[in-house]
């Protein structure tokens, strides 16, 4: 038996997607042109691929320019595309959200050199990117030129490798953890 179309408070709507004429969207292709390599919507989420090297002023486009005004960093994440057959391999995708339009935006850029990917920081146009620059280069290789302190923040300094790399070996033994003593200076530390 059908059941009757639900009506009220709780209803849920579809909610209609993005088109490719997005006024963010439109922004960039207007500054950058060619270099918004593609462009995609889904379930109400608008995203662009940039290439690397305008990765940094789409950023700053992004967040400075009124039209767009994206200016909270929500996530930057990396992205090991080697199972997909896809060059380049890497991606970074930023998750951005603007306060005063509620609107989200997702910008994704692939570094070039699948063996050593490298691209511009962007600590300094959203300062809250600065540990998740370091997860990213901790858990992919991708390194982060201008990046104030691009060191490793969940693996230790002796690991070798990136564990979220598609073809890092799963049984990889790892070298021992050297014992620290603990200093006298710092009573009531736990190392």
């Avoid at 620059?133 to 969940?154: A, C, Q, S």
């Avoid at 979220?164 to 799963?170: A, E, M, Q, T």
Wanted: proline share 9%.
């Amino acid at each position: 038996m059908d059941s009757p179309a639900r009506s009220g408070p709780h209803t849920l709507t579809a909610m209609p997607e993005p088109t490719h004429d997005d006024p963010t969207i439109a922004r960039l292709r207007a500054e950058f042109g060619d270099a918004v390599l593609e462009t995609h919507a889904h379930r109400g989420d608008v995203t662009a691929v940039i290439r690397a090297d305008r990765y940094r002023d789409a950023v700053r486009l992004l967040r400075d320019d009124p039209e767009c005004d994206y200016d909270f960093l929500t996530d930057l994440a990396g992205w090991d595309r080697l199972k997909l057959r896809q060059t380049p391999r890497f991606e970074v995708v930023l998750h951005l959200y603007s306060l005063s339009r509620n609107a989200r935006f997702r910008l994704k850029t692939r570094p070039e050199d699948n063996a050593e990917p490298v691209l511009d920081s962007i600590v300094d146009i959203y300062p809250a990117a600065n540990w998740p620059e370091r997860e990213v280069y901790d858990m992919f290789g991708i390194r982060f030129t201008g990046h104030p302190n691009l060191k490793r923040i969940l693996m230790y300094e002796g690991f070798e490798g990136h564990p979220l790399r598609k073809d890092y070996p799963f049984n990889k033994r790892q070298p021992r953890v050297v014992e620290r003593e603990i200093p006298d200076d710092r009573p009531g530390m736990i190392f």
